[in-house]
């Protein structure tokens, strides 16, 4: 696992939102949760950024990535599973905030 | 497009007209060899060594796991660190893995929404089913009709955790140890370790579909 360049600012079960960000170009933040509330499952470590990587930058500052888990019945509407299940999507920190 | 990049594919170019993306990828491979990027050989070489990994890899992983509760331990808070027991000593240049464990009340399921992010390194090469769109985008909508779709029901009470991978982080699933298995060998369970159980589209075969 990478080491962290900086510490993160989130902890496992911490409550963050998903940032609505108009990052134009590539990036790793699925649609589906932008503006959606979770919880902090685990924090994989600092990864180089994508966003830059992806047009040839160093992608740093390496990132805090995080395992956030939703409700896939905030997700979905209409979801038909049940109550319990949930979604799990890496999101680096830029991405998050408090909830 | 360019036949001197460094090596000669003998008789695929010449026998067969190659589709879009074949000759893009070619065109590129020649641009890069040309610039001292990358060689022949080292392209070579990633091929082959992607090609000799196969679901035995990490179906050995998952019957360790079974078999050693220590080695489980290991390989849930650390999967790369406890897979290089095992061998696969090269696994620091390779993407970050963590497992995911079934049990009694949760089953996980690995989709990438975005591409094709996948545990190559213990699995292969993912099947086409996991890079299709139809896949990516239902088994996150609706991950119980997909994995009926695989033949799988879950047990009533059993709640679906959905693990939408990307490029930093890989997800493995270790499923459940079958049932009847009391007593067998790491190398007899491997042979119940399929790669879809993996993936969590199914369950590990069953005692009855390997014996006799």
Known sequence: ?99 | MSESHGHEHPGMAHDEELGYYARRVRAMEAVLVEKGIVSGEEVERLVAEGEARTPADGARIVARAWTDPGFKNRLLADAKAAVAEMGYSESESLPDVVVAENTDGVHHLVVCTLCSCYPTWLLGRPPDWYKSLTYRSRAVIDPRGVMGEFGLELEEGVVVKVLDSTADVRYLVLPQRPAGTEGWSEVELARLVTRDSMVGVSRPLTPETVVG
Not at chain 1, 8 to 28: E, M, S
Not at chain 1, 30 to 52: D, L, M, Q
């Open chain 1, 1 to 99: 696992m990478p080491m962290a360049e900086q510490q993160p600012k989130f902890g496992a079960g911490d409550r963050v939102r998903v940032r609505c960000l108009n990052v134009k170009g590539h990036n790793r933040t699925p649609w589906f949760i932008r503006g959606k509330v979770g919880t902090v499952e685990r924090c994989h470590g600092a990864y180089p950024n994508p966003e830059s990587l992806a047009y040839g930058g160093s992608g740093e500052p390496a990132m805090p990535l995080y395992l956030v888990e939703f409700s896939q019945r905030q997700l979905w509407e209409g979801y038909e599973g049940r109550e319990g299940d949930k979604l799990l999507a890496d999101v680096f920190e830029h991405w998050l905030e408090p909830a």
